[in-house]
């Protein structure tokens, strides 16, 4: 079984920042997709920053120029760079990859616990 295991979440004033951490139990080098998604009490979970193998990203447009996706392959971990954190991020964020399988065209997803952001004063 693949595991993600998800760390950095915490409670931040506006204008703050945060590092989320996604560690992943497999080599991310067969990663055909990283990314991070959030969900807000009664709202639908949203992708927020994804990452290819590649490492082209994108961003949804509430975050762009604030939050950056990065990866390192050697660690198995995605990052995600939080910065003038807004009390809108407030949300549970969610790592997921894609992982494709050995001598297969097809790829498995996975998915993090989930780690709480709270932004508030």
């Known amino acids: 079984q693949v595991q993600l295991v998800e760390s950095g979440g915490g409670l931040v004033q506006p204008g703050g920042s945060l590092r989320l951490s996604c560690v992943v139990s497999r080599s991310i080098l067969s990663s055909t997709f990283m990314g991070w998604y959030r969900q807000a009490p009664g709202k639908e979970r949203e992708l927020v920053a994804a990452?290819?193998?590649?490492?082209?990203?994108t961003y949804s447009a509430s975050v762009k120029g604030r939050f950056t996706i990065s990866r390192d392959n050697a660690q198995n971990t995605v990052y995600l760079q939080m910065n003038s954190l807004k009390p809108e991020d407030t949300a549970v964020y969610y790592c997921?990859?894609?992982?494709?399988?050995?001598?297969?065209?097809?790829?498995?997803?996975?998915w993090g616990q989930g780690t709480q952001v709270t932004v508030s004063s």
């Open positions: 997921n990859v894609n992982l494709r399988r050995a001598g297969s065209w097809q790829s498995d997803s996975y």
């Open positions: 990452i290819s193998r590649g490492s082209s990203t």
